[in-house]
């Protein structure tokens, strides 16, 4: 079973302040990841985490998800990269710690883009590290791209470049949301479950993110799964919250809290 796996960066950083990262929490969920790896030895995973309180602000500060043109561009999307880089270090090293045999493969150097949709993806190496036991690790990243020069990727971006050649059956994206709120930010009433036809029922209800996110908030992430389960059927999404201990590895041992998202009703658990 081949599973994509989200830490977003609201999760694994403090987003209102710029590079903290939540150290504990990170080393938490590196044990949790590990923990269900030994239980499932079948278990394949592709990680990815979001940016958070680091490549976030730059970007925020030099608008490269818009466009890398001039040299002060091309400073700023650097220092996302830089910051970005910084940030996958520290997820790298706490999984290596809890014993996942990692390895980090950067957007940067996989993924080439036109126009912020992505034209050549080389996801040879990823399914080598795959059937070689490793645990490819990507990130929200910069990209280069023929037509804006440079824009960036969010994990979810990456992922859908991925899927062709590397098909998930899951794809799990661990937040601090408990999932898809019908109400946000009220978060009273939880979608349990969302296919393509009732996502065109909540294209005005689902809200953005707090603190700053330059690859949108939870209404871009469900327009991504969205079009994921759409091209992959088969294919089941959960975005859930991992805030609570034990609940990433409850959801990687297949028991989905949160929102599910299906391409029919009548799939997925």
Not at 6 to 21: E, F, P, Q, V, W
Not at 208 to 234: E, H
Not at 241 to 249: E, I, K, V, W
């Amino acid at each position: 079973m081949i599973t994509f796996l989200k830490l977003g960066g609201s999760l694994i950083t403090d987003k209102l302040n710029a590079r903290t990262a939540r150290l504990e929490t990170i080393g938490r969920l590196a044990d949790e990841i590990q923990a269900a790896r030994q239980a499932q030895p079948d278990l394949q995973l592709v990680l990815g985490h979001g940016s958070g309180s680091y490549g976030h602000v730059p970007a925020d500060t030099y608008h490269t998800r818009d466009g890398v043109h001039s040299a002060e561009d091309w400073r700023g999307f650097l220092e996302v990269w830089r910051q970005a880089r910084d940030l996958n270090q520290i997820v790298l090293e706490a999984l290596t710690q809890a014993g996942v045999p990692v390895l980090a493969f950067p957007p940067s150097a996989v993924i080439q883009a036109s126009d912020s949709k992505p034209v050549s993806v080389q996801a040879h190496p990823l399914l080598s590290a795959l059937k070689a036991g490793i645990v490819p690790l990507v990130a929200g990243d910069v990209i280069f791209d023929s037509i804006l020069g440079g824009t960036i990727f969010s994990t979810e971006d990456v992922f859908l470049a991925l899927a062709p050649s590397i098909t998930p059956d899951r794809v799990l994206v661990c937040g601090i949301e408990a999932g898809v709120w019908l109400d946000y930010p009220a978060n009273t009433r939880l979608m349990t479950r969302i296919t393509p036809a009732a996502h065109k029922r909540l294209e005005n209800v689902l809200g953005g993110s707090a603190g700053i996110d330059v690859t949108g908030g939870m209404r871009t992430k469900v327009d991504q799964m969205i079009a994921l389960v759409s091209q992959f059927p088969q294919t089941e999404v959960v975005i859930f919250s991992g805030t609570d201990p034990g609940a990433l590895h409850d959801v990687l041992m297949g028991h989905p809290h949160g929102t599910l998202i299906t391409f029919t009703e009548g799939n997925g658990s």
